[in-house]
């Protein structure tokens, strides 16, 4: 009898090794099936798929993204079907690709509690592509996707990544040739876009960063490349480390906020565009890179057609694009000097005002440019006459008297100045 026991206990044994090697889904409750997939198989994940049974296959899907990373072996893909999954501190501690089926309709919240995914150190060469990523928590918790680097080669692209507070984090030491990619992804909206701190090799390029507050904070990184970006709405880099390349190859990057001139009209800003500090984007582009645009139709200027010499003078400016995106303005004061201002939408009033040192008559130009660098076809125009002054000008006691009248509004006002 004994003998027969130790038999079937052996023979139990062998079913339950040889079940776990085939890949054979062994329930450890009701909730959830462990599937042990071996090799470079596919996992999927559907949400929609709320009764079960889930076993991680086509059929039977998981409904959290979570089980279908804990299921997954190095070398494996989680599929992820178009839903809306919340993932708090989603982790992912091997090498996987983390797949969406499209960027637009499959979404990872944080709900605005913690950030979405993390990718521990020691955690090497994962993807991730495919998703909207939004929606964070605030300051230090509120990453989209943050990454503790030991060797590297990640690759983040085709990805949007919205409302959050950084929306990549990277922070480690790389190898020189291992390189993290991130490519053709979509930042809006975030506090931070990218910040990477420590030794780490990455090449950032053709991805679309629009409304963010930083767009890179960027510390003692040697072998980082970034270029082919559009940043469409901001130029604003908090920090860039002077062996970062804002370009590569002959190819920098489109500076919505931007504007200079192109002679020869090779589509590069003849003056390199100013990063931080010393670091420069040495090929600027005129126009963002594979975005075609309708240029503003129509330009306008409205204001006073007669002024006084050292007074501010107010007038107002908008622009109407075809295509509602928002625009900047190009305004020649008529006294020689010209300013480029910021992003504003389309077909609104915005107030500018001007201060003229010399009277005589001065014609005001204003150009709108849209965010993706479509210039408007002519110069809207404004004729304004500004007074002369009085030899009294001259005097040392007047012009006392004026400098203070200038530092109290109150006196302006009464005076009619």
Known sequence: MKNKIVIFSILGLLILTSASAIGIGINNDDNYANVLLLGENTIYVDDSNTEGPWDGTQEHPFQTIKDGVVAANPGD???????????????????????????????ITGETAHSVIDIPFRSNGTTVSGFTIENTGTEWDGDGICCGVTSCEH???????????????????SDPDKITKIHDNIFIDNYNAI??????????????????GYLMHVTTSDYGFVYHNNFLTSDFVVDSHEHTSWHKDGVGNYWGPYYDVDEDQDGI?????????????????????G??????????????????????LYFRVKAVDPDGDMVKFIIDWGDGEVENHN????????????????????TIKVKSVDCFGYESEEWATHEI???????LINNPLFNLLNRLIEKIPFLQNLLNL
């Open 77 to 107: 893909t989680v599929f992820v079907y178009n839903g809306y999954y919340c993932e708090n501190k989603l982790t992912i501690g091997k090498t996987i690709k983390l797949i969406g089926e499209s960027k637009e309709n499959t979404y």
């Open 155 to 173: 690759e983040i692209y085709d990805n949007i990544l919205k409302g959050n507070y950084r929306a990549i984090y990277m922070s480690g030491n």
């Open 195 to 212: 910040h990477f701190c420590l030794e780490l090799s990455f090449e950032i390029y053709s991805n679309k960063f629009i409304d963010s």
């Open 269 to 289: 800003w003849d003056n390199p565009k100013v990063v931080y500090g010393k670091t420069k984007d040495l090929y600027p582009a005129t126009k963002a890179y």
């Open 291 to 312: 975005l075609v645009s309708n240029a503003p139709e129509f330009t306008y200027i409205e204001g006073p057609t007669q002024g006084k010499q050292n007074v501010h």
């Open 343 to 362: 992003f504003y939408e389309s077909d609104t009033w915005n107030e500018f005002h001007h201060k003229y040192y010399k009277g005589g008559p001065k």
């Open 385 to 391: 006459r500004i007074s002369e002054r009085s030899r």
